[in-house]
């Protein structure tokens, strides 16, 4: 953060707790630039900085008064600065997550600034590296590779130290204590499973994310389901994929027919994974649904223009979207609010899965 | 665990503890019965199992006795019965691991029961739930597959609430407070990368494991060196296999030959992965160490038999056996030490790699 913004945060946050309130006099520019061991220049910019929002009054040679009316409302009134990190990876879902976290938090009177990572740890450093530099009341960030060890950790914890609450969307890092607001992705798996295992299939393999954390939770999910209904688990049946593979479909062919060998149906991780499956095993001869079923997640557009179309878990989107808007929102006028939510699931049933006719 | 063995275990404890000494006397057999809720029948096997080991001597019509001796030394001479777990997967670094584990178990009097999971959650599900009916004093156990969700984490914590003392070798599984003595394996990755880019490497590949938490480690450990020398990750030039990948490497070809483009060095996992990955470029033409150098770890046997001879960080083996073994009766002794231990790193320098000729 410039130097000059922390003098400005410290003066809005003394007003935002009570104690500064209307008609205060700050404390003279050489004390301020004491206090904080800045130059007098530093401490000329921020007051200009809280004169021109409206928030001291100079009076000549008196000093710099906080202006009336700033203490009760200024809290609620003035404009919240929000920073969206996001990744851009699920096209399909990513618009209308942020379509909803934005206009939520326009409603409220926020400045939306949203950056890109690209799921690439890279920019993430660069995009957070800039929010330390900035002045921001708040966080919403899609962690990027959330399922291997994050480099990055070190940079969010430098923002939280700042006072600055970070809320993930979508999903998070396990070794941080940063709320998440997402979709259960155990429950997403484990719904995908127990919807192929209640049309009597057993043999079912899996296709998982490696590098997310859903891709991690989904997995659990399936296990978890097969377990409940005393299915063998084999570890041959399940694939896993990083974000460079689901890109590269194809290189991944001889590893994915090969554990699906002897399946009847497949947990696919999500709806561009259940697509691509779909156009892989149409090419090698095999049908579905009827020699294999598929259940997916995300019920998006795919799910509905797929060749055959999905079953797949509902994914909130827009209202996760709007969650993580109003948890973020609710952190900053609370600090000891709890941001975590995840959403229950449900499943969208299509033609993708059919009953289970192969034996034993 | 046994109805009788609960009895003998808590006579056992109360000696070790001094609760119980030389020649006190043991409450009646029924009282013993209502205290633990089991039938007199049960009671009488415990006494006399008890008996049989000679900590209890019973006298005609008076009641059951401590044996005198027993108080002072029966907690260091009496057998413990240690369970070791294991995977046997990496076949070339365990018989070496075990034989220091149970030279050193042996040395100090224990019995050593050794169960396989051939890194199947169903088999170590099974080899876990046998343990919790065995009357065993401590369990040293490989993690089976701990980079992704387990979900016999529950049974490794009903173990620890039985008061036997759990110690992971090799790995661990973070979300439990189970110690571990392992490589470390992080230092393992960083030393691997370092060492290609101190011979002018930039331009590094990285194939790990997906789906243990070496893999993970040794992958943050590539990441923190490269970006130490400000060297741009791509995530591109990352290939993640699996268990299953890496006993069907050739259907990982594509994948890994297509990550590989442009890249003149790259770390391996392990020994394993390197022997395949030499025999994989060299089918493509592709020389190793001139056109693509590699580095290692495990600096098995695999590294020196290579076709070209390995330059791999050291692995500890027979000593990562032994202090396993080590602190797993210290936590016996005293319940409060804690077990984990980390290897340093140091590399062996072999053919593998070479100075950096390609420029840009």
Redesign the interface.
Known sequence: MAKYLEIVRWVENRIKNGELADGDKLPPENELGAMFGYSRQTVRHALSVLGKKGILESRQGSGNYIRSGQSAVSEDTREKRIKVISTYINSYLFPRVLQGMTRTLEAHGCSVGIAFTY????DEKRVLEEVLGEDVDGVIAEPV?SG??N?NCDLYEKIREKGIPVLFFHSYY??LGIPHVSLNDVEAGKAAAEYLISLGHRRIAGIFK??DGQG??R??GY??AL?AHDI??R??R?V?L????ER?FT??R??IL??MKGCTACVCYNDEVAHALTGLLQEEGIAVPNEVSLASVDNSELARLNAVPLTSVIHPMESLGERAAENLLAMIREPDFDGTYEFPVEIKVRESAVRCRARG
């Not at 799921?119 to 890279?122: A, E, G, R, S, T």
């Not at 990083?242 to 593979?245: A, F, K, N, P, V």
Request: proline content about 8%.
């Open positions: 799921n690439h740890i890279d590779m291997i060890p480099v396990p070794g490696s590098d991690q939770r997995y659990q296990v978890e377990r063998p688990i570890e041959s399940v896993w990083d974000t460079e593979d590269n290189y991944s001889d590893r090969n554990r």
